[in-house]
């Protein structure tokens, strides 16, 4: 079964720097999903990749697929504190099931 | 468009007791699937409900049960409650054959 593994799972990094979330997975996964989670909210999407190589972008944050790799990064550009979250990568198993990781509670530091 | 809403927000319950958890898909969706999220990790999938039947599950105990009505609503209803079932329970409504699945706010579930 789809097996997702995030790491770091605990990163502080100040503002303007830059730092990468890794995101394993065991098997074939369809899609790769990122979501950011507050505290005690709900998860928002925030990119689905669909093929390998895709890359997509918004605002200070970039992720990618390597499915031969079976590897998908979110990538942090010149970190701001209103990135503070928690971040999960999630995989597909079946059509029915999100796999999930365990997360990444990120804290931007002042 | 309505999004998923999900209902009640917080809900304190004891040991043993019986609770339902509802949630009313995004318009258009037919498909709609339940997670438990624990403090502190990541959702974990509980089964999804398709055309009023369960369409997948994951490893939860039957004792965890679930309804889709007509309009494509859906509960989650939990017996014999444990400590450890308190959790975020999250609802995510999609339309079957698409993956994306849309996540609603989450019912705060907390078992004494």
């Known amino acids: 079964e789809l097996k997702v593994e995030q790491n770091p799972l605990f990163l502080s990094m100040q503002e303007g720097k830059n730092y990468t979330i890794y995101c394993n997975y065991s098997?074939?996964?369809?899609?790769l999903y990122w979501y950011r989670q507050d505290p005690g909210k709900s998860l928002e999407s925030l990119f689905v990749?669909?093929?390998?190589?895709a890359v997509k972008q918004e605002g200070r944050l970039m992720a990618s697929l390597d499915t031969k790799a079976r590897l998908s990064t979110l990538h942090i550009t010149a970190a701001v504190h209103d990135l503070s979250a928690t971040y999960f990568c999630?995989?597909?198993?079946?059509?029915?099931?999100?796999?999930f990781g365990t997360g990444t509670r990120l804290k931007v530091l002042a | 468009e309505t999004g998923v809403t999900q209902s009640p927000t917080h809900l304190i319950k004891t040991r043993g007791q019986q609770v339902t958890l509802r949630c009313s898909s995004q318009?258009?969706?037919?498909?709609v699937s339940w997670y438990q999220q624990a403090l502190g990790q990541g959702p974990q999938f509980i089964f999804q409900?398709?055309?009023?039947?369960?369409?997948g599950r994951g490893n939860f105990p039957p004792r965890f049960s679930g309804l889709q009505f007509p309009n494509y609503s859906s509960e989650l209803n939990v017996n014999a409650l444990e400590l450890d079932d308190s959790a975020l329970y999250l609802c995510?409504?999609?339309?079957?054959?698409?993956?994306?699945?849309?996540f609603g706010p989450g019912t705060r579930l907390l078992v004494l």
């Open positions: 999630a995989g597909t198993s079946g059509t029915y099931k999100y796999i």
């Open positions: 409900y398709y055309r009023e039947e369960e369409n």
């Open positions: 318009s258009g969706h037919n498909t």
């Open positions: 995510a409504s999609s339309v079957q054959g698409q993956e994306t699945q849309y």
């Open positions: 990749l669909l093929s390998n190589g």
């Open positions: 098997t074939t996964s369809d899609r």
